[in-house]
């Protein structure tokens, strides 16, 4: 729950930025369009039409930037998260809905961006989570008064993953503990190979080979991989170790994955370091 609030988050942005774009274009387009005899932008249902708009999208600005702000805060905003997720993506869609409607036939010409814009929203109340689903939340937190407290920090004692020299600690022991945390009857059947690509004195550069329930950890990187993991060693090791959420390492840049279908499928085989 807590990773799932920096995807969420940066949805709300993006509904505020593209709304933003979808109401500066429809605004030029009403100031050159003409109908009647007059700029289509001296209509009064238009003009009251597009305050409106402006009004919901600056509430929804507002939400958003209140939620970023206890994000930078170390706070863990479930709430206003989900919150601006749903409202901010719902309204993208009323709002560029509305604006397209402005552009009469026009709004269904690649020529116009209104066009890519309808398209492009609209995924923005599925993605991270459907409206439904946010609601539903929302439900449980308000009605139900359930509680989501902060699950990573850097602060937390992290269990040894039974290992056979404790707790790996460094980039480079977290990679090589591979085989033995590997789910062998879970992988039979399964095949890939993973470039690991870590920066720092305890990371390096290493090869992993999964094939019928056994995994082989090589140094350097060989073969064609399926899929290339870049990070320094610190950030990967806070991962693993459950200090960093791996969500906000992943959309902040620090964790670079060049296949994530292929990686998240990949975790799933493996025992966690923390235990």
Not at 185 to 198: E, M, P, V, W
């Amino acid at each position: 729950m807590e990773s799932f609030q920096v995807e969420r988050l940066v949805a709300a942005i993006f509904g505020v930025g593209g709304s933003d774009a979808c109401l500066d274009f429809t605004l030029k387009y009403m100031n050159e369009r003409e109908a009647f005899g007059k700029k289509i932008k001296k209509f009064q249902v238009l003009r009251h039409e597009m305050v409106q708009l402006h009004t919901e999208l600056e509430a929804g600005r507002q939400l958003t930037y209140h939620t970023a702000w206890l994000m930078q805060n170390g706070e863990v905003p479930v709430k206003e998260c989900t919150m601006a997720k749903l409202y901010m993506t719902e309204l993208g869609n009323k709002i560029v809905d509305k604006c397209l409607q402005m552009f009469g036939g026009y709004g269904y010409m690649e020529d116009f961006p209104i066009a890519r814009a309808y398209r492009d929203s609209r995924v923005g109340t599925i993605v991270g989570g459907t409206s439904q689903i946010m609601r539903e939340i929302l439900a449980k937190i308000i009605i139900d008064d359930t509680k989501y407290k902060k699950v990573y920090s850097e602060d937390e004692n992290v269990e040894k993953a039974g290992l056979p020299w404790g707790k790996p600690e460094t980039a480079r022991e977290i990679i090589e503990s591979i085989p033995l945390r590997l789910k062998k009857d879970k992988a039979k059947g399964y095949k890939t190979l993973f470039h690991f690509d870590i920066s720092g004195d305890t990371g390096g550069q290493f090869t992993v080979k999964i094939e019928d329930g056994v995994a082989l950890v090589t140094n350097g990187l060989s073969g064609d991989a399926d899929c290339t993991v870049t990070a320094e060693d610190t950030v990967y090791a806070d991962v693993e170790l459950g200090k960093t959420s791996p969500e906000m390492a992943f959309m902040s840049g620090q964790i670079k994955v060049n296949n994530l279908g292929a990686m998240m499928q990949f975790v799933r085989y493996f025992k966690k370091v923390t235990g």
